[in-house]
């Protein structure tokens, strides 16, 4: 066994003790028969991962922002090495709906161990 392949199954572990199971949405960019791009939503098939909200810079999880509504709420996922989310992709867990922000894959010695990323929750009750 590697080590990398402990890291991964640490990282499903990790997940396993809160998943998510989530579809993604996906825009992404076609060609238009009469010339042009245009967009079109594809449905990234089910995946498992762990969603939880976390504080940037210290801050507690509810931060108020001057000018802001309410609390706004920072997310954080954590998914499997062969997860396919990308940044702009949107998916509904636990009754609300998220857009990932950012991703990164995190490796050790240039192997994929795990993909992060930052997410945002969007829609009228976003943040409460």
Request: proline letters at 6%.
């Amino acid at each position: 066994m590697s080590i990398v392949d402990d890291l991964r199954r640490r990282t499903l572990r990790i997940i396993e003790a809160d998943p998510v199971q989530v579809t993604i949405t996906r825009r992404v960019k076609v060609s238009r028969p009469a010339g042009g791009i245009g967009t079109q939503e594809v449905t990234l098939g089910p995946q498992t991962v762990r969603l939880y909200a976390y504080a940037r810079r210290g801050a507690p999880a509810n931060v108020v922002q001057p000018g802001a509504v309410g609390p706004i709420r920072v997310w954080g996922l954590v998914a499997g090495h062969t997860a396919d989310v990308a940044p702009g992709d949107e998916f509904e867990a636990r009754g609300r709906k998220f857009r990932v922000l950012t991703t990164r894959q995190e490796t050790f010695r240039g192997e994929a161990v795990s993909i992060s990323a930052d997410v945002e929750e969007v829609g009228p009750d976003a943040g409460v």
